[in-house]
């Protein structure tokens, strides 16, 4: 086949992954991850089992597919809505808030990320896999807040290091959040203050003087 | 049977609850809450299933079981590590740190906690237990808080639901621990530098000055 024709089923490909990625949320979000094998992913997608095997060789490379798919939406999200937004602190609320189940397909990434993390403690590929994810994930957030320090938008007493790490634990939110026991709006106020008190630079008495050098 | 006999048969009764819970951590803890049958457990416990079965009328009473009986191992080492030591921050830390997976028992007792949640989510009853158990923990927090700040620890502008929810969210290091994203020294300096300026007593600038009623 000449290159002209493979573009377009390249696309229809990666497109019709896609779509099976997002059968494989739904069956996780309403029967759990044991739930999504190839025959109820493919019902869900309403595929046949061939076809979705056509897709993906192995449960395993689905279930990867689904996962990475899920963190890419969730970046796009995060892109969106920071838009044109300048200031660090919204980048970071923007990127807490997404990581939250507060909306239907966050809800479906947070809840397979639950469930990936429970059976990877059985299973060390899944594992190294969830491990780098996450640390590029805690990575980004450490770039973004040394550079915010950098710029001036946090006292310079913050240590990035501690910051990103006190941010990602905050996706604490999601038990929380998914029985429940807080309303989106109390975890949101509990955010704010948090983002409050790491950006503030007090007027009264600053922490630490910002050294001559970097003014 | 007379009462004198009663008493050692229910500690006995009890003790091997106890024994039988601590062989379903274990099994949760190398294969998941999944591989948690009443026939596995049994195995683990060096009992026949029988026997299991007589300590116990169905599975989801002793996952019941297992999960209070940590609840309740959690609380006791929280206290026993508190003692004597009467500031409220050295309890807060206590408290959060016996909540992550940093030494097996409490490792053991997160794994359930995570393995249910992620079955609580297609489980009504389940659900409605776990949703209790948080409840009930954060609202220990709040009402430890609220004291705070009647005592003079805590500033009173601070709002003790918040930080009660911003504490319990931070169990949210669970995931980074348990796939050594993050060393066991930098969830604690984390939590260390949370706890600072959660408790910080501005020397120079207080956000709110104590009423004169109240002190």
């Not at 759990?32 to 869900?44: I, K």
């Amino acid at each position: 086949m000449g290159r002209v024709a493979d573009v377009p089923k390249k696309v229809d490909h990666q497109e019709r992954r896609e779509e099976i990625a997002r059968a494989l949320w739904r069956v996780v979000e309403h029967q759990g991850l044991a739930g999504a094998t190839m025959r109820e992913v493919s019902r869900e997608a309403n595929a046949s089992l061939g076809q979705v095997q056509h897709y993906f060789s192995s449960r395993t490379e689905m279930l990867a597919f689904a996962m990475e798919y899920a963190a890419e939406q969730t970046a796009q999200r995060v892109s969106l809505a920071v838009g044109e937004v300048a200031h660090p602190r919204d980048v970071v609320r923007v990127t807490l808030v997404e990581m939250l189940p507060l909306h239907p397909d966050s809800r479906a990434a947070s809840r397979m990320s639950a469930a990936y993390m429970v059976e990877a403690l059985h299973d060390p590929e899944l594992q190294e896999r969830l491990r780098a994810g996450l640390r590029d994930g805690r990575d980004v957030l450490e770039h973004l807040l040394r550079q915010a320090i950098a710029d001036g938008h946090l006292p310079p007493s913050r240590d990035p290091a501690v910051e990103a790490n006190l941010l990602v634990a905050l996706t604490g939110f999601t038990p929380l959040l998914e029985l429940g026991v807080l309303e989106p709006a109390a975890a949101l106020a509990a955010i704010d203050e948090h983002l409050d008190r790491m950006f503030v630079q007090s007027e009264c008495c600053p922490v630490r003087p910002f050294p001559a050098g970097n003014r």
